[in-house]
């Protein structure tokens, strides 16, 4: 409907050429890291958990799932999301403030196609090992997880690369290196690869000491790490694999999906044979979005039940550590299992 405006439509295409000046005048607490401008969230919080692709000019909020965009829709939201009329006249008055000598530099360096950085993942991958004597199960058995599962595997010496944030303008300093991680690998709904998820570990089992030990890499948006299950009848989920594996220890015959975060676990793609799905989701506000996400994505889809599935404690991870195998086992089971004679068995 806005673009129908062809003011609006001119006023988008200077906004998509001119993303990293808008993103510094809409966002003064934002920064660079790298090819990315980041913020806390559409009101302009610190912090790092919506990311504006530069050379794109698209917009995703991580920590809440349902927040993304082209630039015009980031401008629009920022606005106050309700009156295009305020929106033309905010990119107006954006558009026309003086740019920065520090802004008029574009992002330097070709940026990676969707197919590039899945065949990176997918190299990545086939060099795994299988987790056997591993500081990867060595991390997983920290954390209560002794059983094989279905797409983790190891890699001794993972290469990793982030970005040192900066101010806006400010030209951002990449950090490479190489180290053991624990690799999930992602999957679309047709099983097809989409994408790796990496945990980096020390030498102690731990996580690894960097601003960010987490990392993915690939398409894996709607995707999942299917870590344990082929009939997805029952289906349980959780916003990350950590999690998911807690919960397939003293499940075996539970089919166990893992996202990446709570806004990956809100996009998830979930199979049309799944009749219920349980969302295992942090205890926090953020489980609660991708939970209300989950439910608004698939509310019309027939003969599903879609239940929220919330841990005792933060969650299923801590609640497998504090409570052991069996209280994990037992609340799962209340959750669904008066539910299958009607919707599996019959």
């Not at 001119?18 to 966002?27: K, Q, R, T, W």
């Not at 690799?183 to 960097?210: E, P, V």
């Amino acid at each position: 409907m806005a673009f129908s405006d062809p003011e609006l439509s001119d006023l988008a295409a200077q906004a998509r050429e001119n993303a990293l000046h808008v993103c510094a005048h809409l966002f003064p607490n934002g920064c660079v890291a790298g090819r990315s401008f980041c913020v806390g969230n559409i009101g302009g919080d610190a912090g790092d958990s919506l990311k504006v692709n530069l050379a794109k000019g698209r917009f995703r909020d991580y920590a809440d799932g349902t927040c993304h965009g082209d630039i015009l829709n980031l401008v629009h939201l920022a606005s106050g999301g309700h009156d295009w009329l305020r929106t033309k006249q905010r990119l107006r008055e954006i558009l026309r403030l003086p740019v920065p000598e520090e802004f008029r530099a574009k992002p330097k360096g070709p940026v990676k196609s969707t197919a590039e950085l899945q065949a990176l993942a997918q190299r990545i991958w086939r060099g795994t090992r299988n987790l056997r004597n591993t500081l990867g199960a060595r991390y997983l058995l920290r954390r209560g997880i002794g059983r094989h599962l279905f797409n983790l595997a190891f890699d001794a010496s993972c290469w990793w690369g982030w970005w040192q944030k900066t101010r806006p303008g400010e030209k951002g300093v990449q950090h490479t290196g190489r180290g053991p991680a624990l690799i999930a690998r992602f999957q679309d709904l047709h099983g097809r690869f989409a994408g790796i998820h990496r945990i980096y570990l020390s030498q102690d089992g731990g996580k690894a000491d960097m601003p960010d030990p987490k990392m993915s890499l690939g398409d894996i948006y709607g995707a999942a790490c299917r870590l344990q299950g082929r009939d997805v009848r029952v289906l349980f989920t959780t916003e990350a694999v950590e999690d998911g594996a807690a919960v397939a220890t003293p499940l075996p015959e539970l089919a166990v999906w893992a996202a990446s975060s709570a806004g990956h676990l809100g996009e998830m793609d979930i199979p049309v044979g799944t009749r219920i799905l349980l969302v295992g989701a942090d205890n926090d506000d953020a489980g609660d979005k991708a939970f209300e996400r989950l439910v608004e994505r698939l509310q019309d889809r027939e003969g599903l039940v879609i239940i929220r599935a919330r841990p005792v404690l933060k969650d299923w991870n801590e609640d497998l550590l504090k409570l052991g195998p069996q209280a994990v086992a037992a609340r799962i089971r209340r959750f669904y299992q008066h539910l299958v004679q009607e919707r599996i068995a019959a």
